[in-house]
Nanobody
């Protein structure tokens, strides 16, 4: 079992930055591909970014590519999402998730076994 706890959300003006953290408990994150997803009110949960077990492979949704950066520190069992140039349309609850190594189609919600409780990000215009 892996427990994931997100932090770092909040209210920020458009153009600002936030850094989300996701701390894992119960098992080392080295066994997992890690992802960030988000869900806005009335919308489905959508893929934001993922990162391979070593940190050498990353993937981003087109909507955040060039503005967001995913990273991980396996020694600290933590994954990060640096969000720059934030826009009002980035407003959502952000979730981190863990997928066992070997899974494919890692932009899909159903390929992740463990989820955090989410952290709210609100971007004002």
């Amino acid at each position: 079992q892996v427990q994931l706890v997100e932090s770092g959300g909040g209210l920020v003006q458009g153009g600002g930055s936030l850094r989300l953290s996701c701390a894992a408990f119960g098992r080392t994150l080295s066994y997992y591909t890690m992802g960030w997803f988000r869900q806005a009110p009335g919308k489905e949960r959508e893929f934001v970014a993922n990162i391979g077990w070593s940190g050498g492979s990353t993937d981003y949704a087109d909507s955040v590519n060039g503005r967001f950066t995913i990273s991980r520190d396996n020694a600290k069992n933590t994954v990060y999402l640096q969000m720059n140039s934030l826009k009002p349309e980035d407003t959502a609850v952000y979730y981190c998730a863990a997928a066992p190594l070997g899974r494919r189609l890692l932009s899909r919600v159903y390929n992740y076994d463990y989820w955090g409780q989410g952290t709210q990000v609100t971007v004002s215009s």
